[in-house]
């Protein structure tokens, strides 16, 4: 019968045909994870790199300075101009022996906040076109403002300083009279940037010296 021969062709039809590969599917091949650099890693390279502790340091700082961290950073430190703008808007009158000092502190915050957000800004357009902090093209803006801000700091610093040992902070009548919270935040601010910037430089230092060490070792090795 049709029926039974039809059986029997089927049947030799699976005893002849190989069972597909399942080796290659869609021609795509195995591929590792991709590897991703730590900064502690590009730090050990730039110091194997360099030519001597200062070349360490500018490559260090301009790693640290790309880092998600510092980005991070960048952005919590916006708060601090926030603080700025405000308080020497509220006390902007309560200054008498220095009328400088709140509109100091008005300036230098709305001009940081604007570098900060400059910043961010050239960060995350750096991060959308996968360009390193080395490649990035420099914004002359940026520049500007960074010059400015660091002019208008050191005036800061003779308005704030040259007060402190006449200033009056409890009567408001009297002519040498700056109201406690605006004052006290201007010192302090000003003080505080001092320190940072020491403590900084004391980790850069550190930094340069244990690295260079290393790459000493491992190049007599």
């Known amino acids: 019968m049709s029926t039974e021969k039809d059986v029997e062709a089927l049947a030799s039809n699976f005893d002849t045909e190989e069972p597909p590969s399942y080796g290659t599917v869609d021609n795509k091949t195995d591929a590792g994870p991709p590897s ?19 070349d360490f340091a500018k490559k260090a700082s301009a790693l640290i300075a790309g880092s998600v961290g510092c980005t991070i950073g960048i952005g919590f430190m916006l708060a601090l101009p926030i603080a700025y703008i405000v308080i020497g808007a509220v006390y902007l009158h309560d200054c008498t022996i220095q009328r400088m000092i709140p509109i100091y ?11 900060n957000i400059m910043s961010l800004g050239e960060r995350f357009r750096n991060h959308r076109e996968n360009e390193t902090e080395k490649n990035a093209k420099p914004n002359p803006l940026d520049g ?7 002019a ?6 003779v308005w704030i300083y040259s007060v402190y040992t006449t200033v009056n902070m409890k009567d408001a009548t009297d002519a040498n009279y700056c109201q406690p919270t605006l004052y006290l935040f201007a010192f302090w601010a000003t003080t505080v940037t001092y320190i940072f910037l020491g403590v900084m430089m004391c980790c850069c230092c550190c930094a340069a010296v ?8 491992s190049e007599q090795s």
């Open 144 to 150: 500007l403002l960074g010059c400015f801000i660091l």
């Open 210 to 217: 244990v690295f260079g060490s290393a790459a000493a070792r």
């Open 152 to 157: 208008w700091f050191i005036a800061g610093n």
């Open 36 to 54: 991703y650099s730590s900064l502690y890693g590009e730090i050990k390279k730039a110091s194997e790199e360099s030519d001597g502790n200062v």
């Open 105 to 115: 502190l008005i300036v230098m915050g709305s001009f940081s906040a604007a570098k």
